[in-house]
């Protein structure tokens, strides 16, 4: 069965065959670097690098990803903290790009910015003017929706109902709008905010019109995948479409693929609610790869909540799989061998139906078992028995599989920490003294254990709903 993927564009799965035989072009939303990334990002580029590897079996493949430079988040932020707004890029592109080698997320192809592609916007968005579709107001520039009669088709949106939503309201600084759901592609220039010369006066880019740019500049007027979070399909990836298609006539993407959302506990991952999570917060607690091991473990379109329970289930996923890793050092005399052919065609057929990476994990586990037996047995001073061919085969079949799901097994960091027992009473009646503390009020006291703990190495971490997990400054891993 050839690949099959859920198109959000038609809402059904369809037969992926690209564009141009045996390439493929990828373009994936990036980030607007101006803060540390968050759960939420860790899925989206997680899901998005397992998709690019595994298109890669069969075709090669060109990733592009954009990065948001110039933003209003981007300046508040600059502004409270008194600093340059490139050193704040510099430095949240750095913090990114060291979160992503942590989940073993390969970097794309390309990264084209924003603030290098502001001549490719301006001349997109001359030509949208000269169509008639946007309009020059009050020293910005808007895309009129109505001149796009496909408008909310990703979505699922219709104009009306649009309409009815947004009645009696007008965004802020757009007071010159002909249509209550036109959006900008070029606001006008503030005083102390960065600015770029164009035809309608100094200014900068809408946020949409830079991918519509970017993708036809780096991968040109129609590509095979678009992709990205749930929450970027309306508006962002619905203003997309009406920009590029509305000069080129043809598909932007021939498939749109969206992963789903984060939560944490039950509820959605925001900071109002106060259980915000970025990664390196993440990181401190779990394995690298169990954090990937959990993003994989449910289908990429389906909402997953990141709880204690679930990343303590996929730690102890990652370390069974380390574990039957390993035993290829005792297989090296008869390795290389060839995978299992039946093995490798029931994780295909999994991959290909819409990427079930449940069930390629389940596959996974299901060749670890003999392999971490023969581990396990060996190190307490048993003996490499059984068929050694097999094993070999074995062991192979689950490195291709878990190395075209991106999981690392070479840096030091990714090895899961030892788990010698230890007496850890004294941290838990600390903790629990703690707690009652911060029940009474008392929160002097709570601060003063906090402290003792960490003069003896020992990091708090608290948690919705009073949980509180610890680890040692030099773990990577943590308990409660």
Not at 338 to 350: D, G, H, K
Request: charged content about 25%; proline content about 5%.
């Amino acid at each position: 069965m050839p690949l099959h993927l859920y198109n959000s564009y038609t809402r059904c799965k369809q037969p992926f065959v690209p564009l141009v035989a045996g390439a493929v072009s990828l373009y994936v939303c990036g980030v607007t670097v101006y803060d540390y990334c968050h759960l939420g990002h860790a899925r989206t580029y997680v899901v998005w690098d397992m998709v690019r590897r595994y298109l890669a079996r069969r075709y090669s493949v060109t990733l592009v990803q954009n990065i948001t430079d110039i933003d209003d988040k981007i300046i508040r932020r600059a502004e409270e903290r008194q600093v340059a707004m490139s050193a704040l890029v510099a430095e949240f592109i750095a913090a990114y790009d060291e979160d992503m080698a942590r989940l073993n997320v390969l970097p794309a192809d390309r990264y084209p910015r924003a603030t290098e592609s502001i001549p490719q916007m301006i001349a997109l968005i001359r030509t949208l003017e000269e169509r008639g579709i946007a309009y020059a107001s009050g020293g910005d520039v808007y895309y009129g929706v109505q001149a796009f009669p496909r408008y909310g088709q990703l979505s699922g949106r219709s104009l009306s109902g649009m309409q009815a939503g947004a009645s009696g309201r007008v965004e802020e600084g757009d007071p010159f709008k002909r249509y209550p759901l036109d959006f900008a592609l070029w606001k006008a220039a503030k005083p102390h905010e960065p600015a770029w010369d164009s035809p309608w006066g100094r200014g900068r880019p809408g946020w949409h019109i830079e991918c519509s740019a970017m993708v036809r500049a780096e991968l040109g007027d129609s590509i095979d995948i678009h992709a990205g979070g749930m929450d970027l399909q309306f508006p962002h990836h619905e203003n997309e479409i009406a920009q590029s298609e509305a000069v080129t006539g043809q598909p932007l993407a021939q498939f749109w693929l969206h992963n789903g959302f984060v939560n944490i506990d039950g509820e959605k991952m925001s900071k109002s609610l106060h259980n915000f999570r970025t990664i390196r917060e993440i990181l401190a607690v779990f394995h690298p790869m169990a954090v990937r091991w959990f993003i994989l473990q449910a289908h990429y379109r389906q909402p997953i909540d990141f709880t204690e329970a679930a990343m303590q289930a996929a730690t102890k996923s990652w370390e069974s799989l380390w574990d039957a890793w390993r035993c290829g050092v005792l297989l090296a005399e008869v390795l290389p061998s060839s995978p299992l052919p039946e093995v490798i065609a029931r994780f295909e057929a999994a991959m290909d139906d819409d990427l079930n990476t449940a069930v390629a994990l389940a596959v996974l586990l299901e060749l670890a078992k003999p392999l971490r037996s023969t581990w396990h047995r060996v190190q307490h001073g048993g003996t490499l028995t059984g068929d050694r061919a097999q094993l070999a085969r074995t062991w192979q079949t689950l490195h291709e599989i878990a190395t075209d799901l991106g999981f690392c097994f070479s840096d030091p960091e990714l090895k899961p920490a030892a788990t010698e027992p230890e007496d850890t009473t004294w941290i838990e009646t600390l903790i629990a003294h703690r707690r009652q503390a911060k029940g009474d009020r008392n929160y002097a006291e709570a601060d003063r254990i906090r402290q003792e703990l960490g003069a003896r190495g020992i990091t708090l971490i608290d948690q919705p709903g009073g949980v509180t997990l610890w680890r040692r400054s030099d773990a990577t891993s943590a308990t409660k």
